[in-house]
């Protein structure tokens, strides 16, 4: 963390490589940096960690990104995990994970490995282990890196809280000492690797009673590990905090950076990912909402995304995520820099949305609104209305509206000819506005400059555009003019090489200048000559409307498009229903950004319009096909918006790790299904071939059920 180190030695002798720029962007940017987590909070700096050596394979410091995967295959069948691992490998995988439950898994990894290495495949494996230090011990003289869990790796869950005085945590920690110990041991004797790898969902009673199952909990778990390990001396450990809410796993990553500098001075290797993310795109959102998030931060050296889809599939969404960064630090910043932040005004840690007075149905307590870009159409129909939740029906002249309706639309110099849905509202440009009657529906969007100079002004709401650090300009000049108008709706954009920050920025100033109109997030796809795929689409608005919101930033979205990529992406419409989503064959461009806008919001928890899906990736220990029940369970439920189902393959990681489920479809056996109530259990090894209808059953006892429309 250089200007950490720059700050502590109250010098910058260790900067003598940087230029003068960004020296003096340093100094600008050096705040109270107990409140920091990251290098920089005004542009892309990769934090720079220990390195860490697992096999040939670097990670790290200043090495590349890495990006893996896990198998889902048994491990005790030999050629189907090593044809498995091939496939992974050959997607791009640089580390392949193989789940190590038993002994007897253990020592299977020995002939796995020697398969792959017979066939020319050098690629490090890691076990990964819960419960079994008896197993990690064996992996680990094995392949080249384990992962431990330290919720469970000497603690069995057994959900209760109990009260530990501070001679019984004591003990505890002696234990974990005791048996953890032999492990550090043989990872130094044989050069391997680590994994302190905690989840929120499997943390230990002890942290439990004493954090309960906060990010803070989470830190703690590992940091118990860690110190541990480096008594030891040793060093090549690897960590991670993962969560099923990205929320949560943002701040605890955040926290772990702090508490490790702050304790030690320096930072071990991230492992960045979000558990259960689901599939299709929802788990594509849930996944780039927090990986990248913190990657914008310049936090994580290596990535998995944890998709119900074959392990192979995760790579492309890895390599999506991580290729974002490959020029961003070397970026010419001169022309856009953004100004140093002096004083954080919120808390980096925690969420808490920014306070603002409402304007119409904008901020205050509103949930975000999600405003469809339809100003590419060149004539606006009721079929274009359907791609953003409104379906007309000629007969009875009546509009179904879904739970995924669009608020706003945005149409250019278009004025609709005919009689709109009662609750949407459009919003045009100035001239646009000037003709239509109709001003309780049609509202104006201004640009900042424009908005102070016209007379011609809405007396409900004008949306006010206000460019973040688009060369080099100075996007504070209108603040205070606009500052608190009942009437201005602020949305903030940027074209900025770190659009991200260069929003978020923005933000700080509203907040440190007392600005309390509620702000539109208007995401557009980066400007550049590449084409992009719609998952690269996806990522790219996931990961920067998702960091806004995720820091309590925003009262609503837009994601837009140059004309460009629209036309691209037009061109190459089949991709849209690549990667496993689940769309229709009529699906509109205009359809994908409105069902991404609300995938993001229902990821930051912001706006909840649809039912959540917790399914595990599966593994080894899988005992259903988890592809084809999450499928079936989501046909049965998908119309039962805010309720959270998880769905894992196992009964001993499956219950911990479902963290905040209502409800739970849990594999207790060969054929056997255990559901849960949040952690309860209250139907025990039901059948499978009746526990879908079982589940419903669960459902309706409990007044989460109502009959699909
Ligand atoms: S919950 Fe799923 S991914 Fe986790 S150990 Fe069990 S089967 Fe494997």
Redesign the pocket.
């Given at each position: 963390m250089v200007f950490l180190k720059a700050k502590c030695n109250n010098s910058f002798q260790n900067l003598s490589n940087l230029t003068t720029l960004s020296l003096l962007v340093l100094q600008m940017d050096v705040l109270d940096f107990m409140q920091l987590y990251c290098e920089s909070l005004t542009e892309y700096r990769r934090l720079k960690t220990k390195e860490v050596k697992i096999g040939d394979l670097l990670l790290g410091n200043v090495h590349p990104i890495r990006v893996q995967t896990?198998t889902t295959t048994d491990t005790m069948d030999t050629m189907a995990t090593v044809e498995q691992s091939i496939r992974c490998i050959e997607a791009g995988a640089e580390l392949v994970r193989i789940?190590a439950?038993s002994k007897n898994d253990a020592e299977n990894l020995l002939y796995i490995r020697n398969e792959l290495r017979k066939r020319g495949y050098h690629t490090p494996l890691v076990a990964?282990i819960?419960f079994t230090p008896n197993a990690a011990e064996i992996a680990a003289r094995i392949v080249e890196k384990v992962r431990v869990n330290p919720g469970n790796y000497v603690d069995k869950k057994k959900f209760e809280l109990i009260e530990y005085t501070d001679a019984d945590y004591a003990e505890e920690i002696d234990r974990i000492r005791d048996r953890f110990t032999p492990l550090i041991k043989i990872c130094k004797e044989y050069g391997t690797a680590m994994r302190i790898g905690t989840n929120h969902g499997s943390l230990s009673d002890r942290i439990m009673s004493r954090y309960g199952d906060t990010p803070m909990g989470m830190v703690e778990s590992a940091m118990e590990f860690l110190r541990i390990a480096r008594n030891e001396s040793y060093h090549n450990i690897v960590l991670s905090m993962k969560s099923s809410n990205p929320q949560i796993m943002v701040h605890a990553y955040r926290l772990l950076v702090k508490t490790m500098f702050d304790e030690f001075g320096e930072c071990y290797p991230l492992h960045l990912g979000v558990t259960?993310a689901g599939d299709g795109e929802d788990g594509r959102i849930k996944s780039a909402v927090g990986i990248g998030t913190l990657l914008e931060d310049g936090l994580g050296d290596t990535i998995r995304v944890?998709l119900t889809e074959d392990p192979e599939l995760e790579i492309p969404v890895c390599k999506d995520l991580v290729k974002r960064y490959v020029s961003r630090e070397t970026a010419d910043v001169s022309r856009e820099i953004i100004p140093s932040v002096n004083n954080l005004p919120y808390d980096p840690f925690t969420y808490q949305r920014r306070e603002t007075f409402e304007v119409g149905n904008i901020g205050g307590k509103h949930v975000p609104v999600v405003i469809a870009d339809l100003s590419k159409i060149e004539k606006i129909s009721h079929t274009h209305l359907q791609s953003v939740g409104y379906t007309y029906d000629k007969t009875s002249d009546k509009w179904n509206i879904s739970d995924a309706a669009a608020d706003y639309v945005f149409t250019g110099n278009q004025v609709v000819d005919f009689a709109l849905p009662g609750t949407l509202k459009v919003i045009v440009y100035p001239e646009a506005w000037t003709r239509v009657k109709d001003k309780t529906k049609y509202f104006p969007i201004y640009q900042d400059s424009g908005y102070i100079e016209t007379n011609a002004k809405s007396d409900q709401i004008n949306f006010v555009m206000v460019d973040c650090f688009n060369d080099g300009a100075d996007s504070f000049t209108y603040l205070d003019q606009l500052a608190n108008d009942p009437t201005v709706v602020i949305c903030l954009s940027s074209m900025n090489k770190n659009a991200m920050q260069s929003v978020r920025r923005m933000y700080v100033e509203l907040l440190n200048r007392g600005v309390k109109n509620p702000v539109i997030n208007i995401t557009d796809s980066p400007d550049n000559n590449r084409e992009q795929t719609a998952d690269e689409h996806l990522i790219h608005f996931a990961t920067e409307t998702g960091a806004l919101l995720l820091e309590g930033m925003g009262d609503g979205i837009c994601l837009g498009m140059t004309k460009k990529k629209y036309d691209q992406l037009v061109a190459n419409y089949e991709q849209l229903n690549a990667s496993g989503r689940n769309y229709t064959n009529n699906l509109t461009i205009e359809q994908f950004i409105n069902s991404t806008s609300f995938g993001i919001l229902q990821a930051t928890r912001t706006r909840i319009s649809k039912t959540e899906y917790i399914s595990?990736?599966?593994?080894?220990?899988?005992?259903f096909d988890?592809q084809e029940t999450t499928a079936k369970i989501r046909s049965r439920t998908n119309h039962l918006k805010g309720v959270k189902i998880a769905i894992?393959?196992?009964i001993?990681?499956?219950p911990g790790?479902m963290a905040d489920a209502d409800f739970g479809y849990?594999?207790s056996g060969p054929g056997k299904i255990t559901l849960y109530k949040g952690k309860e259990i209250v139907k025990r090894n039901v059948n499978s071939e009746v526990a879908v209808d079982e589940l419903i059953n669960l459902l309706k006892e409990n007044e989460s059920w109502i009959e699909p429309a």
């Open positions: 896990m789940t439950p990964d819960h259960e944890s595990c990736p599966s593994c080894g220990r899988t005992l988890l894992m393959g196992c001993v990681n499956g790790e849990v594999g």
